[in-house]
């Protein structure tokens, strides 16, 4: 017999369904990614009208069927309000749920996606550090627990573990100064950039948004991050065209 069960996550999307029900997509610790209806969401006196936004975050109450799940109830510990009063804010939000929607499954293991994602937002909120590193921070990372990061401590070309001068993404990571040679698509990078981007690969995801960089080396991790997603990630995301046409107007 069919029961309620409680997860705790964060919901990536909402879409409309009929007149006042929604369909929502949360990324959980306890499930993976689920979908769930939420019945009569968008009436005006619903409980669950607020709580079944993007980037709420809390616990949910489900009743699971034969073939989906139902939204009960919602107690969102966290609605990062912040980002809905400041527009750019937002879609650099849209951005990262859609980015983790592609990357997540369904009953899959995706507790360290939720702690990333929790603490991503937490950095976009908090306007500590550029917009634009965390953007690449959360890019990287992402990779790195995917497994499809690139190999940013040895020289693709030879193996050696001397400092990379440069960056080829058709290499999966850094190139020698003997290999350069080998390489047509390397992408400068100097010792502070290749230190970022080991940070990033082997820190913890509580300890990733604590740092800033110099213009330079948010400019050559921005360029590698570019080239690097729009060659390994088969997706265009609606969330990130907007974004940078907010940030050129």
Do not use: W
Request: net charge positive; aromatic share 12%.
């Amino acid at each position: 017999m069919s029961q309620s069960v409680t997860v705790t996550g964060m919901i990536l999307s909402a879409s409309p369904i009929g007149e006042n029900d929604k369909r929502i997509v949360i990324l959980t610790k306890e499930k993976g990614k689920i979908s769930a209806f939420a019945k009569g969401a968008r009436r005006q006196n619903s409980h669950l009208l607020g709580a079944t936004n993007p980037f709420s975050f809390g616990e949910f109450v489900l009743y699971e069927g034969r073939s989906s799940y139902n939204l009960l109830q919602a107690n969102i510990s966290n609605y990062f309000m912040e980002l809905a009063t400041d527009l750019e804010g937002a879609y650099y939000g849209f951005y990262f749920m859609e980015f983790a929607d592609y990357y997540t499954k369904e009953h899959n293991d995706e507790r360290q996606m939720l702690r990333l994602l929790y603490q991503t937002l937490r950095a976009l909120s908090s306007n500590k550090i550029p917009r634009e590193l965390v953007r690449y921070i959360f890019e990287l990372k992402t990779l790195v627990v995917n497994g499809e990061y690139p190999d940013v401590f040895h020289c693709t070309g030879c193996g050696t573990r001397e400092q990379g001068v440069l960056f080829s993404c058709r290499n999966r990571g850094i190139v020698c100064e003997k290999c350069r040679r080998t390489v047509s698509d390397g992408i400068l990078i100097n010792s502070s950039t290749l230190y970022t981007m080991q940070y990033v690969v082997t820190s913890t995801i509580e300890k990733l948004y604590t740092f800033v960089v110099s213009d330079e080396v948010l400019k050559q991790l921005g360029k590698i991050m570019k080239q690097y997603t729009g060659m390994y990630v088969d997706k265009r995301f609606k969330s990130l065209e907007i974004l940078e046409m907010c940030l050129l107007s």
